[in-house]
């Protein structure tokens, strides 16, 4: 079955450079969500987008920018990265059914592994 | 806010033995709960969800958790510990009307021989 696609896997990037991780939804899923997970600690919610529009926003730095396309892809952009900003940043997709976004399952990609040095 | 803690951020277990992962969560309103495990280097994987149907929930590769709502608990158990399981495990919430999930700090799983 098909899964959620993040690009790149692996990116290293030096302090106030900028990043733009990708993310392909599993297809007819049209809810992205961004998280961030720190070397050892549990995956924090940045931000969600539903059919292209922004649905919810968490621990998102105002470095950090995202956006969802019509073709339910995602993009995470970040600028002027600090070494704070290493850590691995998951997308994951959720088919909505109804309104109840909150009971369905978000399907996880394998992360982009940033590096900031 | 709804959160989750996850009692023990490592548990040994013995090949074979029963697996328990402790979460309790705390919320004003009914939750949905999930369970999610992640491989070395690897993504986050359902392994089984609570979403206000029954009680005993039972996921992939054996196994399951119960929703107490007396003990704000949503644990997660195996009977028989595999070396495979052995991988971080992550309990998370979220609550009617938001689609965010909130996790827990997350257990590693050892199994020995």
């Known amino acids: 079955a098909a899964g959620v696609i993040q690009s790149p896997r692996h990116l290293i990037k030096e302090k106030r450079e900028t990043a733009t991780l990708k993310c392909y939804p599993i297809?007819?899923?049209?809810?992205v969500y961004w998280y961030q997970q720190g070397p050892g600690q549990d995956p924090q919610f940045l931000i969600s987008?539903?059919?292209?529009?922004?649905?919810d926003k968490g621990s998102i730095p105002d470095r950090f920018s995202a956006q969802q396309f019509s073709d339910y892809h995602s993009e995470l952009n970040m600028s002027s990265l600090e070494l704070g900003d290493s850590a691995l940043y998951f997308c994951?997709?959720?088919?909505?059914?109804?309104?109840?976004?909150?009971?369905?399952?978000?399907?996880f990609g394998p992360g982009t592994r940033l590096l900031v040095l | 806010a709804q959160s989750v803690t996850q009692l023990g951020s490592h548990v040994s277990v013995s090949e074979g033995a029963l697996v328990l992962l402790r979460c309790n969560y705390s919320?004003?309103?009914?939750?949905?709960l999930f369970w999610y495990v992640q491989y070395p280097n690897q993504g986050l994987q359902l392994l089984l969800k609570?979403?206000?149907?029954?009680?005993l929930v039972k996921g992939i590769n054996g196994f399951e958790a119960e929703f107490k709502k007396s003990e704000t608990s949503f644990h997660l158990t195996k009977p028989s510990a595999h070396m495979s399981d052995a991988a971080e495990y992550f309990c998370?919430?979220?609550?009617?009307?938001?689609?965010?999930?909130?996790f827990g700090t997350g257990t590693q799983l050892k199994v020995e021989l």
């Open positions: 994951a997709s959720s088919p909505t059914v109804g309104l109840a976004l909150s009971r369905e399952t978000q399907y």
């Open positions: 297809p007819r899923h049209d809810t």
């Open positions: 987008f539903y059919e292209k529009m922004q649905s």
């Open positions: 919320s004003s309103v009914p939750p949905y």
């Open positions: 609570y979403t206000s149907a029954a009680t």
């Open positions: 998370a919430v979220t609550v009617g009307g938001g689609n965010k999930l909130t």
